[in-house]
C-alpha cells in the first residue's frame, strides 16, 4: 500500500509505513490541546495565509484535530513519526507530527487557507464516511482471516496426522525377542541376502528373532505380549511359505514381505522381522490379528513300520561279519 506524504520525496512515504486508524473526537481533541505547536511549522503556517500568530495557533489546532478524525494517518515503522493528510473533501493539507509528545514539525498546504475556501463538507458526513471505511476495513480484514483459517484448515487435513497413541500394553523398545518370547540383543548385521528362495527358507529359521516394533504393532493389539512372539512365527512362516502367500519385495534397505492384508519387513540379512504393519496416515481401522488363520503347519507323522525296518537293516549292517579274503 502506498502512503502519500508531502513530506518526502515523489510524495510518498519511505517503505515500511504503515496507514493509522482515526482519532476518536475526544482522543483528537485530547492530543492538539496538549500538542506543542513548532516555530517553523507555525511561521510556514502563518506566511502561506498571511495571518496573525494567535490566529495561526488556533487554526493549525481546530484543522488538525479535524484531520485526526477524518483524513489519512500515517506512521513511521517505529512509531515517531505521524503524517495527517487531510481528507480528500478538504484537500492536500497536512502536518506532520513528532510522537509521542505530539509535536507539531511541519505544516504543507496549498495557497488557499482551508478556512477560506467556498464550500466546505461538514464534519457529519466526513466522520459517516469514516464509519463506513472502518466497516469495509473490518470486513476485509474479517474475510482474510475467514481465508486464511479456511487454509490452515486444508493444510491440516492435507498434512498426514501422526499415529494415534497406543492403548495396548507394549513391550520394552530397543530389543528383539526370540522365538519364546525371551529378550535379546539386536543382532549386528551380517552378509546381505538377495534372493527370494534364500530370503523365504533363511526368515523361518529359529534363529530369527522380532524387534519391539514388530511386536508392539497394532496388528497385535490384542494379543498378550507374552503370546506374541508365537504368533508372529505364525505370520511369518505362512507368508514366506509359499509366493501364493506373501510377496517378497527386496530393497536397497530393507526386504518387504506383503500379504493377508499384512506388510513386515526385515533386515537386509533376514536376521530379524523390523516392523509389522506400520501406521498408515487416514487408515482407521487396521487389520487385527486372527490366530485361526496363522496356524503353524503341523509336523507330518512318522510311520513306525519303516522306521523299524531302518533301524534292523542298520543293526544287521553294523553285526555282519567282515568277507573273507580271497
Request: aromatic letters at 6%; proline letters at 11%.
Amino acid at each position: 500500500m502506498v502512503h502519500r506524504s508531502p513530506f518526502h520525496p515523489a510524495g510518498r512515504a519511505p517503505q515500511g509505513w504503515a496507514a493509522g486508524d482515526w482519532l476518536s473526537s475526544q482522543d483528537a481533541r485530547a492530543l492538539v490541546a496538549g500538542a506543542q505547536i513548532a516555530p517553523e511549522a507555525l511561521r510556514a503556517y502563518m506566511s502561506a495565509y498571511i495571518v496573525s500568530d494567535a490566529t495561526g495557533d488556533r487554526q493549525i489546532r481546530q484543522f488538525l484535530e479535524r484531520i485526526l478524525m477524518t483524513g489519512r494517518l500515517s506512521r513511521s515503522p517505529d512509531g515517531g513519526s505521524l503524517v495527517a493528510l487531510s481528507h480528500h473533501h478538504d484537500g492536500s493539507y497536512a502536518f506532520l507530527l513528532a510522537m509521542p509528545d505530539a509535536r507539531v514539525v511541519a505544516y504543507r498546504g496549498p495557497r488557499t487557507s482551508w478556512y477560506d475556501r467556498p464550500s466546505r463538507t461538514p464534519l457529519e458526513e466526513l466522520l459517516e464516511d469514516v464509519s463506513e471505511r472502518r466497516q469495509r476495513q473490518q470486513d476485509v480484514a474479517e474475510r482474510r482471516r475467514l481465508q486464511e483459517l479456511a487454509e490452515e484448515r486444508r493444510k491440516q487435513e492435507r498434512s498426514p496426522k501422526p499415529p494415534p497413541e497406543p492403548t495396548w500394553p507394549l513391550l520394552p523398545g530397543d530389543r528383539a525377542y526370540d522365538w519364546e518370547g525371551r529378550a535379546v540383543p539386536v543382532p549386528r548385521l551380517r552378509r546381505l541376502i538377495t534372493d527370494e528362495d534364500v530370503i523365504r527358507r533363511t526368515g523361518r529359521r529359529p534363529y530369527v528373532v522380532f524387534h519391539a516394533d514388530a511386536l508392539n504393532s497394532p496388528f497385535f493389539r490384542e494379543v498378550p505380549p507374552e503370546k506374541r512372539a508365537a504368533a508372529m512365527r505364525g505370520v511369518v512362516d505362512k507368508l514366506l511359505r509359499a509366493p501364493t502367500k506373501g510377496t517378497v519385495s527386496i530393497g536397497p534397505g530393507a526386504i518387504t514381505v506383503t500379504g493377508q492384508k499384512v506388510t513386515l519387513t526385515f533386515t537386509p540379512d533376514c536376521a530379524m522381522v523390523r516392523t509389522l504393519n506400520p501406521p498408515r496416515p487416514g487408515y482407521n481401522t487396521p487389520a487385527r490379528y486372527r490366530a485361526g488363520r496363522w496356524r503353524l503347519p503341523r509336523p507330518r507323522p512318522r510311520d513306525p513300520s519303516s522306521e523299524q525296518s531302518q533301524h534292523v537293516g542298520e543293526d544287521a549292517h553294523r553285526h555282519a561279519a567282515p568277507s573273507s579274503p580271497r
